[in-house]
């Protein structure tokens, strides 16, 4: 058991890599509160992941403090602490720069960019005051290379390299690790409206000639959360089966 009895938040934790996350974090033996905007996917990872003393749905919108300040304050009610951040919740809306207009660059900086910066402002006093803790960040091997039609998206994922740094060594002298894992493609919603003939580029050009599974991205998190990963911080984790090599 890797996590016995620590308390984890994962945002987007209903679907893709966040639900992967929560399940293996249960069996590692963590108590798992579970953020996402999607109720009907949040009640029906529940009855998925059964484990019901252990794991709990809010719906919170990772752009909304105050849904965030009344998830933490209930978690804070419940189990006294929390122990790791899963700062997973991440939307794309994809374009050429030319089609791309005002309102698409902001809704993406809002979710993966400022939604990160809200979860952890409000979940970092909570750690300085116990003097330990974990923070880890969705960024993206789009946010290392950048990708055509992602402007958006590959800002928020290298600004989220930024943030993860800054915060190692802002928090590191507190007994905070922040580290952040770079996924390369994997099956989950977000791709699945990728052109087939854009996976299929991808996974050629991968060295392990294959994408990659949200299982791949929930054991990287699970490493960085666990005791194993102790001296790690600061670090962007690519898990992408050598893409970026
Ligand atoms: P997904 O679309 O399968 O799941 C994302 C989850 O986030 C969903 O449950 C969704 O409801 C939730 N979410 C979206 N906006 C939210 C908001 N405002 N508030 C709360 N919840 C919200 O995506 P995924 O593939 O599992 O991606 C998880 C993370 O990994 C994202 O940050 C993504 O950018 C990153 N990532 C994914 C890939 C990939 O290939 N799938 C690659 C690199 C990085």
New binding site residues.
């Given amino acids: 058991m890797k996590l016995a009895d620590k308390v984890a938040l994962i ?2 934790g ?5 639900k992967e996350t929560a399940r293996r974090f249960l069996q590692e033996g963590a108590k798992v509160v579970i ?4 109720k009907d ?1 949040g009640m029906t990872v529940l009855k998925e992941l059964g484990e019901k003393d252990r794991v709990e749905f809010f719906e ?4 909304n403090t105050f849904q965030i300040e009344d998830v933490i304050q209930s978690s804070i009610n419940t189990h006294n602490r929390i122990d790791i951040l899963i700062n ?4 794309t809306i994809d374009g050429f720069l030319t089609k791309m207009n005002e309102t698409d660059w902001e809704k993406v900086i809002a ?2 960019l400022s ?1 990160v910066f809200k979860f952890t402002k409000a979940v970092i006093p909570i750690m300085m005051e116990k003097g330990s803790g974990v923070i880890i960040n ?1 960024s ?2 789009v946010g290392l290379y950048g990708n055509i039609g992602q402007t958006n998206y590959a800002a928020t994922k290298a600004g989220v390299i930024g943030l993860t740094k800054s915060w190692a060594k802002e928090f590191g002298p507190k007994g905070i690790r922040v580290n952040a894992i770079a ?4 099956e ?4 699945s409206s990728v052109p087939k003939k854009i996976l299929d580029i991808m996974k050629e050009k991968t060295p392990l000639k294959k994408l990659g599974k ?1 299982e791949d991205i929930a054991s990287a998190y699970l490493f960085l959360a666990s005791e194993d990963a102790n001296y790690i911080n600061g670090a962007i984790l690519s898990v992408d089966g050598g893409l970026v090599v």
């Avoid at 209903?14 to 966040?18: D, E, L, R, S």
């Avoid at 953020?35 to 999607?38: A, G, I």
């Fill in positions: 945002t987007g209903a679907k893709g890599i966040g953020c996402d905007r999607d996917a919170v919108d990772v752009t997973n919740a991440g939307i979710v993966n939604g969705a993206s091997v996924p390369g493609f994997i989950t919603d977000m791709t949200p």
